[in-house]
């Protein structure tokens, strides 16, 4: 107790008292209660009303300032998870590491999170439900309750610590947050270094907002990236599977790539893909890049976009590389590309938890590719209602527009597409004249002559 109450950190906060924050009227941020969804701001007027402090806050704050039409909604209460709960029938409590309340409206849920504090190890105390760190200073579980201000000083960039009161219409800015995203600037509030230690995502959401906004990595921010990308391995797997599906998919992969090489990121994350990026660097990118920018042309123009042939393009240079080193152990093509899936998908797991559904599809994209220049008799048409046929043609083209050699063969399988079943029978049959190979005849079984039946009169 007397070390809590003579804590260094606590006494400066106490001699300086509380930040007054930067309050931004209507007529400056220009926003109003219209630009958020009903639901939400609904939430926030009835914890008011029940006595509490309630605000919308974070990216749909940030996101209405830019003229984006906010997706996700989030409130910062005084109230504590179970007072929201009590508060709202159709609400449930989630988390244990960041404890907090869904309340649900049909098909949208609104986040609403107490406002939390700032703490250090010391006031862990004994109660680890609380608060709890590991040896590296990274946060494992944050339930420390705190002020608004408190609040606004343990989010992790300026532009996500605007509160937007429902009731006035204004804007409470503690770190200078409004001045940041008109700059497009993202900055961490604190100490850099200290922040990524207790959250090393928050180097991936430095790199994730920097490509999806269009925003610079303030200097002091991005500084201690390259030293500190190393932590991404202590981070569980489950959670950089999450974490790498917001990157990719967000819209803007290639930007996103580019950023994590630049960071020394991606390396962490794709350690085998990484390494083939190394061994054959103009392939390897050119492969990488045009796999996301298809990705990005898909989410632009609303089309789905399956996480497995994601990881299908993502995976393959290590694929393939490890394939061609047990064929020169002396493992036949087929086999040898089966033990690398297995061993790719194995190694990969341990740093980003790819879950069966997708890894199963993943693994029949690439055996598609295998499948795909078999097509004599009737293996074409076979393939053809095969249900993974058409991300196998699409992966086919990808490895094609990336530089492999394939003989023209997504140029044929684009053709039998399209043909009449009297075409489609001609170009199976000219695939047997162009290999030079006479065709198979059936081999008829040896006939066997009758017995001679001997003369009686013989010997």
Known sequence: MLKKLFNPFRLSRLRKGPKQPTVLDAHEHRLSCADFSRNSANVAVRLQHAGFQAYLVGGCVRDALLGVTPKDFDVATSATPEEVRHEFRNSRIIGRRFKLAHVQFGREIIEVATFRSGHSQDDEGTDSDLSSHNASGRILRDNVYGSMEDD???????????????????????????????????????????????????????????????????????????????????????????????????????????????????????PGTAKALLKQPAY???????????????????????????????????????????????????????????????????????????????????????????????????????????????FLLLRESSGEDTQGLGNWWSE??????????????????????????????????????????QP
Not at 219 to 246: C, F, G, M, N, Q
Not at 330 to 340: I, N, T
Not at 434 to 450: C, F, H, I, L, V
């Open 152 to 270: 606004a000083q343990r989010r992790d960039f300026t532009m996500n610590a605007l509160y937007f009161d429902v009731s006035n219409e204004k804007i409470y800015d503690y770190a200078n947050g409004f001045t940041d995203i008109k700059n497009r600037l993202i900055r961490l509030i604190g100490d850099p270094e200290q922040r990524y230690l207790e959250d090393p995502v928050r180097m991936l959401r430095a790199i994730r907002f920097a490509a999806k906004l269009d925003f610079t990595l303030e200097p002091s921010t991005a500084e201690p990236i390259h030293r500190l990308a190393h932590l991404l391995h202590d981070i569980p797997a489950a959670r950089l599977y999450e974490e790498v599906l917001k990157l990719f998919l967000s819209g803007h992969a290639l930007r996103t790539y580019e950023l994590l090489c630049e960071y020394n990121l991606f390396a962490p994350l794709f």
């Open 284 to 394: 390897v990118d050119r492969l990488l890049r045009n796999a996301f920018k298809n990705t990005d042309k898909r989410i632009s123009s609303e089309r789905t976009v399956t996480p497995a042939f994601l990881f299908a393009a993502l995976l393959w240079p290590a694929l393939t590389v490890r394939a061609v080193s047990l064929q020169h152990d002396g493992m036949h093509p087929l086999p040898a590309m089966q033990e690398a899936a297995n061993q790719v998908f194995l190694e990969q797991i341990h740093r980003v938890a790819v879950p069966k559904r997708f890894s199963i599809p993943t693994r029949e994209i690439w055996d598609m590719q295998e499948r795909l220049p078999r097509r004599a008799g009737k293996r074409a048409d076979t393939l053809l209602a095969h249900p993974r046929f058409r991300a196998g043609y699409d």
């Open 416 to 457: 039998y597409q399209d043909a009449s079943d009297s075409q489609r029978r001609e170009m199976i049959s000219n695939l047997s004249s162009k290999s030079g190979a006479p065709r198979k005849r059936r081999r008829s079984k040896p006939r066997t002559s009758k017995p001679t039946h001997m003369d009686p009169g």
